[in-house]
């Protein structure tokens, strides 16, 4: 369950950075806290699955 949230919040983030970018790299004149908005939410996307990965993975170390 932990593994299918870490994945899917992973490949949420890769999502909105490649189609989000895309619509803002268009548009005419983006306005800053557009831009930095979606900076910000999809850093915490992104950040946030890469470091739940590690726990959500069985590692057997024992």
Not at 4 to 27: K, N, P, R
Not at 45 to 61: D, K, N, V, Y
Request: proline content about 6%; aromatic content about 6%.
């Amino acid at each position: 369950m932990f593994l299918a949230l870490a994945l899917l919040t992973l490949i949420a983030g890769l999502l909105l950075m490649v189609i989000g970018g895309t619509l803002v790299v268009h548009m005419p004149a983006p306005r800053r806290w557009m831009v930095a908005s979606f900076v910000a939410l999809d850093g915490g996307l992104l950040a946030g699955s890469l470091l739940a990965l590690p726990f959500a993975l069985p590692l057997g170390l024992g």
